[in-house]
Antibody, heavy 116, light 106 residues
Framework: EVQLVQSGAEVKKPGESLRISCEGSGYSFGTYWINWVRQMPGKGLEWMGRIDPRDSQTTYSPSFEGHVTISVDKSINTAYLQWTSLKTSDTAMYYC?????????WGQGTLVTVSS | DIQMTQSPSTLSASVGDRVTITCRASQSISMWLAWYQQKPGKAPKVLIYDASILASGVPSRFSGSGSGTEFTLTISSLQPGDFATYYCQQYGNYWTFGQGTKVEIK
């Protein structure tokens, strides 16, 4: 069974750093890009960027470039989304996902709350 | 960037109704269009991909059509479990989502 399993909810203060994870199982992890999607409270879906696990090539949405870093550790089938300095506006649910034409698998989401 | 415009934003309907949601792309995306259903507190679930292909396990009352810049999602007979928010997504040039359509009980 294909699964994307994300790390648990996080509560952080502004200015703190954070890395959340997305572990793939049930398929050859290097075969499909991993995408990250943000959903702010009560709002829609926003694509943040993606990574190719084969060569770690990344592409970012202009809205997120420079504020987050996407990385991967292929040896443990895990992709990451990282912030060096969180803002209160980063409070959101974050999802990792494969493309709709490759099964449309999504992680369960990681809720990140940033509050002083 | 490709923009996706979805309409309507909210739709009030009754069980058994035929429902249509429209999505327009700011430039041609061929058939690289997907539809998702999202319920509160849950991850989105893919319903349709490549504009008209039903995803595995999705009931046949859901259908998609269109190509280029104009796309539609149709639910032929709305069921109680279909009250949710629906998003279109283009994946021809990275990803962009529509703003969502909330289908609520009339």
């Amino acid at each position: 069974e294909v699964q994307l399993v994300q790390s648990g909810a996080e509560v952080k203060k502004p200015g703190e750093s954070l890395r959340i994870s997305c572990e793939g199982s049930g398929y050859s992890f290097g075969t499909y890009w991993i995408n990250w999607v943000r959903q702010m409270p009560g709002k829609g879906l926003e694509w943040m960027g993606r990574i190719d696990p084969r060569d770690s090539q990344t592409t970012y949405s202009p809205s997120f470039e420079g504020h987050v870093t996407i990385s991967v550790d292929k040896s443990i089938n895990t992709a990451y989304l990282q912030w060096t300095s969180l803002k209160t506006s980063d409070t959101a649910m974050y999802y990792c996902a494969r493309g709709p034409d490759s099964g449309g698998y999504w992680g369960q989401g990681t809720l990140v709350t940033v509050s002083s | 960037d490709i923009q996706m415009t979805q309409s309507p934003s909210t739709l009030s309907a009754s069980v058994g109704d035929r429902v249509t949601i429209t999505c327009r792309a700011s430039q041609s995306i061929s058939m690289w269009l997907a539809w998702y259903q999202q319920k509160p507190g849950k991850a989105p679930k893919v319903l349709i991909y490549d504009a008209s292909i039903l995803a595995s396990g999705v009931p046949s009352r859901f259908s998609g059509s269109g190509s280029g810049t104009e796309f539609t999602l149709t639910i032929s007979s709305l069921q109680p479990g279909d009250f949710a928010t629906y998003y279109c997504q283009q994946y021809g040039n990275y990803w962009t989502f529509g703003q969502g359509t909330k289908v609520e009980i009339k």
